[in-house]
């Protein structure tokens, strides 16, 4: 299994611009998230999803879009870009059935600089 | 999900046991204590998790307190590739997300 894998590793983008980061995961995990870890920081929930056609908030949504349309993958929309949205970004999943243990599978990252 | 309090850093002499402690003395009986570590520019990684008892795997052994107000990782013989942030994360089992704090920046010498 590849695990989790995430596109690109490194992006540069100019205020205003949109991108979107890629993430997929070949486990078939039906819970998917997404981080972003400022310098120095722990980790913060963005959005994650529980399952196909399911997203919900998490703690740091704001200019961010998300959907989820099969198992595979999960995709992290910036809509508009802001230098506050530099930041590396890590995808995760786990299965369903694994809420206590919770052990999630992590991404190598997306390295996003905003100019 | 309860707070915790982990030292910012700390150092560890290679081939010895390296103890790390966490405070959540504001933790809930049905809150579970994880440990997660991250090495430079890597995703985290799951290392153990436990609720009450005193639980090991092949990568640490965890120790709650009675009263689970505090914890600590021990690994038993550390290396250089231990060198990384260590996060102690408090999350109740029917939560879907993990907060993670500050760490712990662990240093491995040799």
């Known amino acids: 299994n590849a695990g989790v894998t995430q596109t690109p590793k490194f992006q540069v983008l100019k205020t205003g611009q949109s991108m979107t980061l890629q993430c997929a995961q070949d486990m078939n995990h039906e819970y998917m998230s997404w981080y972003r870890q400022d310098p120095g920081m722990g980790l913060r929930l963005i959005h994650y999803s529980v399952g196909a056609g399911i997203t919900d908030q998490g703690e740091v949504p704001n200019g961010y879009n998300v959907s989820r349309s099969t198992t595979e993958d999960f995709p992290l929309r910036l809509l508009s870009a802001a230098p506050s949205q530099t930041s590396v970004y890590f995808c995760?999943?786990?299965?369903?059935?694994?809420?206590?243990?919770?052990?999630?599978?992590f991404g190598p990252g997306t390295r996003l600089t905003v100019l | 999900d309860a707070k915790t309090t982990q030292p910012t850093s700390m150092d560890c002499a290679e081939g010895r046991a390296a103890n790390l402690p966490c405070n959540h003395s504001?933790?809930?009986?049905?809150?579970?204590v994880y440990w997660y570590r991250q090495i430079h520019s890597q995703g985290p990684q799951y290392i153990i998790h436990?609720?009450?008892n005193n639980e090991t795997n092949e990568m640490a052994s965890l120790i709650i307190t009675e009263d689970r107000k505090s914890s600590t990782l021990i690994l038993p013989h550390a290396t250089l590739r231990d060198t990384a942030v260590y996060y102690c994360?408090?999350?109740?089992?029917?939560?879907?997300?993990?907060?993670f704090g500050g760490g712990t920046r662990v240093l491995v010498k040799p």
């Open positions: 995760a999943s786990r299965p369903a059935g694994d809420r206590v243990k919770n052990e999630q599978f």
């Open positions: 436990g609720l009450k």
């Open positions: 994360i408090v999350r109740g089992a029917a939560g879907n997300k993990l907060t």
């Open positions: 504001t933790i809930s009986g049905n809150e579970y």
